[in-house]
């Protein structure tokens, strides 16, 4: 098995139904592509799952809850999204571990609830500012690993790495700071499983853009994105995907 880049996009609170216009739009954009095109997911908000699995884009969803079913107001299963069209899980993002106090516990039983409905899990890891700041970025992250991220087959989890501070506001890690922390990663997923470690795709999260994805997706150990702003609009979107060509 070998890693496929993967450019995956984080929709978060946004999407009307006007907006699957874009998903068709970034449909035919990838179909243009051809056998260049890496893999491609759109994680829109829960009202848009639906409608938007009837196109040719790979469907996502960006949180899900630990049980199948039951008395959990406002909450929805992996089971419910997989029926709903969605073929993958967003889990333990870090506006769900800051705004609703998400910790690595019940980011690792998400993923596991999303493993046993037959979905492939994204779990997201990352450090904020004051721990950059601070040294611990490393510490941090592995802790997240060892806390967030179950055992699973080979193809069926997905890291993604999105300093915290990166996220919607302009500002990337240097490329090599990139590259040593998805380093990082695959060595302390090594520590349990060498084989799987090596064939789990590894994100770079973080304002990702036209501009800058080039050289990021080419750094070593970057399997593909996980795109926030930048995935709503197709024309954007795209100029991300074809940078992995």
Known sequence: MTRRKLIAGNWKMNGLNAALAEITAIGAGVAALGAKAPDVLICPPFTLISAAAKGSVAIGAQDCHVGTSGAHTGDISSVMLKDAGASSVIVGHSER??????DDALVRAKAEAVLAAGLQAIVCVGETRAEREAGTAYEVVARQ????????????I???????WAIGTGLTPTNDDIAAMHGA???????????????TPLLYGGSVKPGNAREILTLA?????????????????????????
């Open 97 to 102: 571990r800051a705004d609703h106090g998400e």
């Open 221 to 245: 150990d970057v399997d593909g994105a996980l795109v926030g702003g930048a995935s709503l609009k197709a024309v954007d979107f795209m100029g991300i995907v074809g940078a992995c060509g």
């Open 145 to 156: 690993i060892a806390g967030s991220v179950p055992f699973a087959t080979p193809g069926a």
């Open 158 to 164: 997905v890291i993604a790495y999105e300093p915290v």
């Open 185 to 199: 990663i695959r060595r302390e997923l090594a520590k349990s499983d060498a084989a799987r470690a090596a064939v």
